[in-house]
C-alpha cells in the first residue's frame, strides 16, 4: 500500500484564493485587512518567515507593515509599538515573530496584544478561549492541520488522535482542536514511556518534535493518517520532517509531505485569521466578554 499524499501546497492555493474574494469584498466596502508584524533581532530564518508572510498578504490583498527592533532594544519600546498597533484601526492583526531575544518576558509581550487582534491565538485570553470551545483565533499551525484534514474528507469524530509534542503553539492546541473535533486524543512527549504502544494505536497521528524522521514505519498503525508538522534542515541543506516519509508512506493511508504539507498551510491560516479579523472590526463584532 502506498499513503495517499495530503498535498499543502494544492489546499493552500484553494484556501487562499477563497479568502482573497473574502479580502476584496472587505476593501471594496471601505476596509483592507491589515497585518503588523513585529520582529526583533536578526534571526535569519526569522527573518525569511517575515519576508514569506509580507509577500503572502500582497498576493492576497492584505495590507501589511514590518516593525523591526534591534536585538538589544528594551522591551518596553516593543510594548510602545504594540500599544500603538492595538490603537491603529488600519490594522486588524498583529504578530510578533518567535523566538524573542533571551531579556524578553515572552508571556508579557503577547499578552499585551489585544485580544480581537491576536491572529496567532497565543494570547492567554485566547488560549482560554479555544480550550473551552469558544475559539476566537485558530492558532495557525494546528488550524492548517485541521483544515487539511477536512478539506480531504478526513473523519476526526471517534478516531484515535495522537499528537507527539506539547508546545504551547503546536502540541497543546492541536491536542485540543482534534479533542473538540470528537477525537479520543493521546498527547505524547519526550517523557513518554513506550511511545510505540501509543503510536500503532493512532488512527490519526500528528508529529511535531523537531527530531529528523523520529517516527518510523514500525511505529505506524497501517491505515493511519500521518501529519509530519516538523520542518528541519540536514547538514547537506535539504528540509526533512520528524517522520521517516519513504519508510511510513508504504504503510500510512495518508501522509503529508516535507516541504509542501502543513507548512504551506501555516502561512495560509494567519492571512484567514487577518482577513476574519478585519470582518469582525467591519462588523463591530465584539470578541472579548
Ligand atoms: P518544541 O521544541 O517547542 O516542542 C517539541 C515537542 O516534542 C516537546 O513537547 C518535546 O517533549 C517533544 N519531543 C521531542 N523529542 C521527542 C521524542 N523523542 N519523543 C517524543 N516527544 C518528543 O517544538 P515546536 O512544537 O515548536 O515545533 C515542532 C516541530 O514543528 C519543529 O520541527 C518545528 O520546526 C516545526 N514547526 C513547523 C511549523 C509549520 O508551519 N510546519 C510551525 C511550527 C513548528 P518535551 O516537552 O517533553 O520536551
Redesign the pocket.
Known amino acids: 500500500m502506498s499513503a495517499l499524499i495530503l498535498d499543502g501546497k494544492q489546499i493552500a492555493a484553494l484556501v487562499r484564493a477563497e479568502w482573497k474574494l473574502r479580502a476584496e469584498k472587505l476593501t471594496q466596502q471601505g476596509t483592507k485587512p491589515g497585518l503588523a508584524v513585529i520582529i526583533v533581532g536578526d534571526d535569519p530564518a526569522s527573518a525569511l518567515y517575515v519576508k514569506n508572510k509580507i509577500k503572502a498578504c500582497n498576493e492576497t490583498g492584505i495590507y501589511s507593515e514590518v516593525h523591526s527592533f534591534g536585538g538589544s532594544v528594551e522591551q518596553q519600546k516593543v510594548l510602545d509599538c504594540i500599544q500603538t498597533l492595538n490603537q491603529n484601526v488600519h490594522i486588524h492583526g498583529i504578530l510578533v515573530q518567535l523566538p524573542l531575544p533571551p531579556q524578553f518576558e515572552n508571556n508579557r509581550v503577547i499578552t499585551s496584544i489585544a485580544v480581537e487582534k491576536d491572529v496567532d491565538g497565543f494570547h492567554f485570553y485566547n488560549v482560554g478561549a479555544l480550550v473551552t470551545g469558544n475559539t476566537v483565533f485558530s492558532p495557525c499551525?494546528p488550524y492548517g492541520v485541521m483544515v487539511m484534514l477536512e478539506r480531504n474528507n478526513i473523519a476526526i469524530e471517534g478516531k484515535h488522535a495522537v499528537v507527539?509534542?506539547?508546545?504551547n503553539?503546536?502540541?497543546k492546541p492541536m491536542a485540543m482542536m482534534l479533542l473538540e473535533k470528537g477525537a479520543t486524543v493521546t498527547i505524547?512527549?519526550?517523557?513518554?514511556r513506550n511511545?510505540l504502544e501509543f503510536t500503532k494505536n493512532a488512527d490519526i497521528l500528528v508529529v511535531?518534535?523537531?527530531?529528523p524522521r523520529?517516527v518510523t514505519a514500525a511505529m505506524v498503525k497501517p491505515g493511519a493518517v500521518v501529519i509530519d508538522?516538523?520542518?528541519?534542515r540536514l547538514a547537506d541543506g535539504k528540509l526533512c520532517g520528524?517522520v521517516d516519509y519513504d519508510a511510513v508512506k508504504a504503510v500510512a493511508g495518508h501522509i503529508t509531505p516535507v516541504p509542501g504539507g502543513?507548512?504551506p498551510m501555516?502561512i495560509t491560516m494567519l492571512l484567514c485569521n487577518t482577513i476574519l479579523a478585519a470582518e469582525r472590526a467591519q462588523s463591530g463584532i465584539q470578541v472579548k466578554f
Do not use: Q
Open positions: 499551525t507527539i509534542g506539547r508546545s503553539i503546536v502540541g505524547c512527549t519526550s517523557r513518554t511511545l511535531a518534535t523537531g527530531k523520529m508538522v516538523g520542518i528541519n520528524d502543513v507548512g501555516t
